[in-house]
């Protein structure tokens, strides 16, 4: 089955830096979701990418996928308190199978 | 706009006890999902249903029950309810399937079983 790794698990930025979620697929990824969620919350989604290459901008937030590594990746700049939560990447299987999803990674936005 | 709504947010059980957690989405979506999220775990698909009228176990099925009621309602039901079930479950509907779009998903239920 496929299997979905995360990087970081957690992070911790200050208000107003960049920063980069990592999403690696043990297969090939035939497209990725991004979801964020925030405690006691359910998954709001943030960008889907079906093609390799391919990459989304929603105000101040970037997704990309890269299928010869079989990454993603997601790029906050200019980080605010707003951002802070946990962000999950999920895969498409490429068959009429389930989608998996990552553990997650935590951010936390400081002051 | 509602999205998926789920009841009831927060509840207690005990051991052997049985419960129904119940979904409603208003978006006209043919495909529903039953998951459930535990620490170190991620999210983890229980079970499905394509469209109405179906139903397909998911990736850790045992010990649970579903019914699609509808088109807009897929309840989750626990005959027996054991500590190991204690987690968040999370409903969430697509379009159709789980290729090329995205699962959209409620806020959660936090069931804890004594």
């Known amino acids: 089955s496929q299997e979905l790794e995360q990087s970081p698990q957690s992070l911790i930025v200050q208000e107003g830096k960049n920063l980069t979620i990592n999403c690696t697929s043990s297969k090939t990824l035939y497209g990725l979701y991004w979801y964020k969620q925030k405690y006691g919350e359910g998954l709001i989604f943030l960008m889907m990418?079906?093609?390799?290459?391919e990459e989304k901008s929603h105000e101040k937030i970037t997704a990309k996928l890269d299928e010869k590594k079989q990454q993603s990746s997601l790029h906050i700049t200019a980080s605010q308190p707003s951002h802070a939560g946990i962000y999950l990447c999920g895969a498409d299987p490429g068959t009429a199978s389930k989608l998996t999803f990552g553990t997650g990674t935590r951010l936390q936005v400081t002051l | 706009n509602a999205g998926v709504t789920q009841t009831p947010k927060f509840q207690v059980l005990k051991t052997g006890q049985s419960m129904t957690l119940q979904c409603a989405q208003d978006m006209n979506h043919n495909s529903m999902y039953w998951y459930r999220q535990d620490p170190g775990m991620g999210l983890r698909l229980i079970y499905y249903s394509a469209s109405e009228g179906t139903t397909d176990k998911g990736e850790v099925p045992n010990g649970y029950n579903v019914s699609r009621l509808n088109k807009r309602e897929f309840s989750l039901r626990l005959e027996s309810a054991a500590p190991s079930q204690t987690s968040v479950y999370f409903c969430a509907s697509s379009e159709n399937g789980f290729r090329n779009q995205p699962q959209h998903f409620g806020d959660g239920t936090r069931l804890s079983i004594l």
């Open positions: 990418l079906q093609k390799g290459g």
